[in-house]
């Protein structure tokens, strides 16, 4: 099997996960210079709204397709509200308050919406009902699976629909436009309050699907689920230049690919049996076992931070941005 | 004028009167608290323990305003630091007074590795930076057990050696004076003892020349270094200065627990010790120790209080202690951020900007 293939598949499953989740991110930090620590909280939420409904719904003899379909448009509206009520209770009071006090806020909200989730749907990890039958399709060496083209196809709708909206609408004009200058835009006749909580709404929008996608394609589903990815799509907005659209899809992309490259390749690399010849121990110690690795596929997750990093040192303007790192 | 003198005199017997009477209810607690449950004296140590970390925390965040997500890792590394090197782990024993300020130094560098790349990130970046070096820190602990066997992965280090001093070891219960001094009652005048330290050093730095140069980086960097504050060093120097407290914090964590793993050191510690240094007044040394032994005794009063009510009124145990705690935890969060920004017991500066903003 070429592994190469098979994790760049892999790779761009969960890159246009990422992407959706990047988005929220971006837009919110597009229009008011806030990182919405909160937001995977939501991405969690849609998850185990989705779950529930789907759990209920699986034995009724409906097409599976449809029961999934229902779960998500179930959890599109729940977090659209959690979205609304975020900005309302915890952001838009600090509004002009110093940078630090949202971002705790957030981070009280972030506790509170766990927690919520941890009483109604218990401390477990959840089975996320696998109701869509995996067929797998063979790919050049590789294999496809119907849920990673569908994962990938309603990214791509979803990321078409949000462009129309914004460069196409009144209602994205008005984004836009609050986005550049939040005073001016008010003086025209923007009403700020409405767009701001437009724009948060949007964003949980996306990621109530993203949550719906992560569950049906990782099986399974946990109260904590939404900070891990939470951070991961931040790293990526953060990659591809916060506040630049095109710029979180791809860098949500890219950080999905490069995680699942890294975590199929990363054992490989750092197997110190390839310089087996620097001391004879090494050579004796490879002959018996020809893995010794150093890092394991298991610090999977240190490979979003590493890109998080890099690119805040290194470019904090991310690749398509033009903001500049040190206004933050 | 002539009442000038007189009253700074009352004002200062009225302190020292202050003053005796804490220094004797702080001695006579533990003794108190046995009688309650010994448990009640082991919530104390760690409610002291987390006034050291939240005093740590309060350079970087309070006086340089450099938010750190990943604060906790000093902590682990402070701690890991003490379980390896006194623990049948590598077979090294070495006593306390060597083996935490190695922890600590250990933990200064990472402070200074996490620093030096982030100088130029402020505010919400760096808080992002720093938490992923937490989790970096901390998935690395939980890994590190193969090819060699270091951190011993997710299992942790048992069997850490208890603190000796001289003759005393914190372990035993030891008879002086005809009362009783069993382990954790030792620690606790121990801890007791670097807390008092590490308060004076705080309230110390707050008004020094460091102290004010951080003041005037977290005001406005630009403005600071054209006044001639080595802005650089400066920051360095609160992250490096930092991480040292964690870093202690962390070699007594390991000592007297006896045994630690990564579970110790998630993200959501990060958080709580930075909820205490927001709650308490960012900045200011006496609020940030209110804050931190608030937040340590609330849960655990409510951990007793909360499961008897919800038994007595629903029959059954409805939602964890846990949890209530947590919820009331993010709340307050959230409240305080809005009503009261400076935290409870601010520290003069920010009250001062908040009258007149």
Same mark, same amino acid.
């Given at each position: 099997m070429d592994i190469f293939l098979q994790q760049l598949i892999n790779g761009l499953t969960l890159g246009s996960i990422y992407a959706m989740v990047a988005l929220g991110y971006t837009m919110v930090y597009g229009? /008011?210079?806030?990182i919405n620590f909160a937001?995977?909280?939501?991405?969690?939420?849609?998850?185990?709204?989705?779950?529930?409904?789907?759990?209920?719904?699986?034995?009724?003899?409906?097409?599976?397709?449809?029961?999934?379909?229902?779960?998500?448009?179930?959890?599109?509206?729940?977090?659209m509200a959690v979205g609304y009520v975020m900005e309302r209770v915890a952001y838009r009071p600090l509004r002009g308050a110093p940078r630090l006090a949202p971002l705790i806020t957030a981070i009280g909200i972030s506790i509170v919406l766990q927690h919520l989730a941890l009483m109604i749907w218990s401390r477990n990890n959840l089975a996320f009902p696998q109701i869509i039958r995996t067929e797998t399709y063979p790919i050049?060496?590789?294999?496809?699976?119907?849920?990673?083209?569908?994962?990938?196809? /309603?990214?791509?709708?979803?990321?078409?629909?949000?462009?129309?909206?914004?460069?196409?609408?009144?209602?994205?004009?008005?984004?836009?436009?609050?986005?550049?200058?939040?005073?001016?835009?008010?003086?025209?006749?923007? %009403?700020?309050? +409405?767009?701001?909580?437009?724009?948060?709404?949007?964003?949980?929008?996306?990621?109530?699907?993203?949550?719906?996608?992560?569950g049906t394609y990782y099986g399974i589903a946990h109260y904590t689920m939404g900070s891990l990815l939470g951070l991961k799509a931040f790293s990526a907005a953060v990659l591809g230049g916060i506040g630049n659209l095109p710029g979180?899809?791809?860098?949500?992309?890219?950080?999905?690919?490069?995680?699942?490259?890294?975590?199929?390749?990363?054992g490989d690399i750092t197997n110190l049996c390839h310089f087996a010849g620097v001391s004879e121990a090494l050579e004796r110690r490879c002959s018996e076992d020809p893995h010794l690795v150093l890092f394991g596929s298991n610090y999977q997750d240190v490979f979003a931070f590493l890109v998080l990093i890099a690119v805040l040192v290194l470019r904090p303007s991310g690749l398509l941005g033009e903001r500049v790192g040190d206004r933050a | 004028m002539n009442t000038g003198?007189?009253? *700074?005199?009352?004002?200062?017997?009225?302190?020292?009167?202050?003053?005796?009477?804490?220094?004797?209810?702080?001695?006579?607690?533990?003794?108190?608290?046995?009688?309650?449950?010994?448990?009640?004296?082991?919530?104390?140590?760690?409610a002291i323990l987390f006034v050291l970390l939240s005093l740590g925390l309060n350079i970087v965040v309070g006086f340089a305003g450099l938010l750190d997500l990943g604060y906790i890792a000093f902590y682990a590394v402070g701690a890991y630091a003490y379980a390896l090197l006194a623990s049948p782990h590598f077979g090294v024993h070495l006593p306390f007074w060597i083996a935490v300020p190695i922890g600590a130094a250990i933990a200064a560098v990472f402070g200074i590795l996490l620093g030096a790349p982030t100088l130029k990130l402020r505010g919400d970046y760096l808080a992002i930076v720093t938490l992923g070096f937490g989790e970096i820190v901390r998935i690395i602990l939980n890994n590190l057990s193969q090819p060699i066997n270091i951190t011993n992965g997710p299992q942790g280090i048992?069997?850490? %050696?208890?603190?000796?001093? =001289?003759?005393? %070891?914190?372990?035993?219960?030891?008879?002086?004076?005809?009362?009783?001094?069993?382990? *954790?009652?030792?620690?606790?005048?121990?801890?007791?003892?670097?807390? #008092?330290?590490?308060?004076?050093?705080?309230?110390?730095?707050?008004?020094?020349?460091?102290?004010?140069?951080?003041e005037a980086i977290r005001e406005d960097e630009i403005a600071a270094r054209s006044m001639g504050i080595n802005t650089a060093r400066i920051k360095l120097l609160a992250f490096a200065m930092g991480a040292t407290f964690g870093g202690i914090a962390g070699g007594m964590f390991s000592a007297?627990?006896?045994?630690?793993?990564?579970?110790?050191?998630?993200?959501?510690?990060?958080?709580?010790?930075?909820?205490?240094?927001?709650?308490?007044?960012?900045?200011?040394?006496?609020?940030?120790? #209110?804050?931190?032994?608030?937040l340590s005794?609330?849960?655990?009063?409510?951990?007793?209080?909360?499961? *008897?009510?919800? +038994?007595?009124?629903?029959?059954?145990?409805?939602?964890?202690?846990?949890?209530?705690?947590?919820?009331?935890? =993010?709340?307050?969060?959230?409240?305080?951020?809005?009503? +009261? *920004?400076?935290?409870i017991w601010p520290s003069a500066v920010r009250k001062r900007e908040l009258a007149h903003p």
């Open positions: 229009i /008011i210079q806030l937001h995977g909280e939501v991405v969690m939420i849609g998850a185990m709204i989705a779950l529930s409904v789907i759990a209920a719904l699986a034995k009724s003899g409906l097409h599976p397709v449809l029961v999934v379909a229902i779960g998500t448009a179930c959890a599109v509206p729940v977090c050049g060496g590789a294999t496809i699976t119907n849920v990673q083209i569908a994962i990938v196809l /309603i990214a791509l709708a979803m990321m078409a629909g949000l462009a129309l909206i914004v460069y196409r609408t009144r209602l994205g004009t008005a984004m836009r436009a609050t986005a550049q200058n939040l005073q001016v835009a008010g003086l025209m006749g923007i %009403d700020i309050n +409405r767009i701001i909580a437009a724009t948060f709404v949007i964003g949980a929008a996306l990621a109530a699907v993203a949550g719906v996608m992560v979180a899809a791809l860098g949500g992309v890219l950080l999905g690919v490069v995680e699942a490259l890294g975590a199929g390749y990363i | 003198s007189a009253r *700074p005199m009352r004002h200062s017997a009225a302190i020292w009167g202050g003053t005796v009477l804490l220094a004797v209810a702080l001695i006579a607690l533990p003794f108190a608290l046995t009688a309650v449950g010994t448990a009640w004296v082991r919530i104390t140590n760690l048992t069997l850490i %050696d208890p603190i000796r001093l =001289g003759g005393i %070891d914190f372990a035993k219960t030891e008879a002086f004076l005809g009362l009783a001094f069993s382990g *954790p009652v030792k620690y606790y005048y121990l801890l007791l003892a670097v807390m #008092l330290a590490v308060i004076f050093i705080g309230v110390r730095l707050q008004n020094s020349r460091i102290g004010r140069a951080w007297i627990q006896g045994f630690i793993s990564p579970e110790s050191f998630v993200l959501v510690e990060s958080i709580m010790v930075l909820s205490m240094v927001v709650l308490g007044g960012m900045g200011n040394v006496w609020g940030v120790v #209110l804050g931190a032994v608030l005794f609330v849960p655990e009063l409510l951990r007793y209080t909360v499961e *008897p009510v919800q +038994r007595t009124l629903f029959g059954r145990m409805l939602i964890e202690p846990e949890v209530i705690r947590m919820l009331l935890f =993010g709340l307050a969060l959230v409240l305080i951020m809005i009503f +009261r *920004p400076a935290g």
